[in-house]
């Protein structure tokens, strides 16, 4: 059973290169990560220890250089990123990813697309066997 326990980051501000359009490659633009880990805080509460929880800022910066690197076309693929990075931390259960593109090329007035997808300890075993999710 997952636990209730949760570190959440919102407003990860990364500038990247990915997109299906040739000038998304080469101009960048801003993608915004919102990522939930879920995880038993109960030991690092008893015992007051960094070690036996997620350290968020190193948590941000895994999700941030995950996303900063090699451009790929679909959001969805970056999420799908940010979801293996997070379950790398021995302590995560399950994560919940959010990739927001803000300035998505879109002809319509929007206010924010994104693409969220959760993610358990079953799915990464899964997904390392060679099994694509």
Known sequence: MTSADSITLTGLAVRANHGVFDFERENGQTFVIDVT???DLA???RGDELAATVHYGELAEAVHHAVASDPVDLIETV???VARVALGFA???RVR????????PIPVP?????????RDREW???FENGWDA
């Not at 929007?110 to 959760?118: H, K, Q, R, S």
């Open 97 to 104: 990813a959010t990739v927001h593109k803000p300035d998505a």
């Open 79 to 81: 999420a799908e990123r």
């Open 37 to 39: 880990v879920w995880l």
């Open 110 to 118: 929007f206010g924010d697309v994104a693409v969220t997808v959760e």
């Open 124 to 126: 990464a075993s899964r």
């Open 91 to 93: 302590a995560v259960e």
């Open 43 to 45: 030991p690092a509460a």
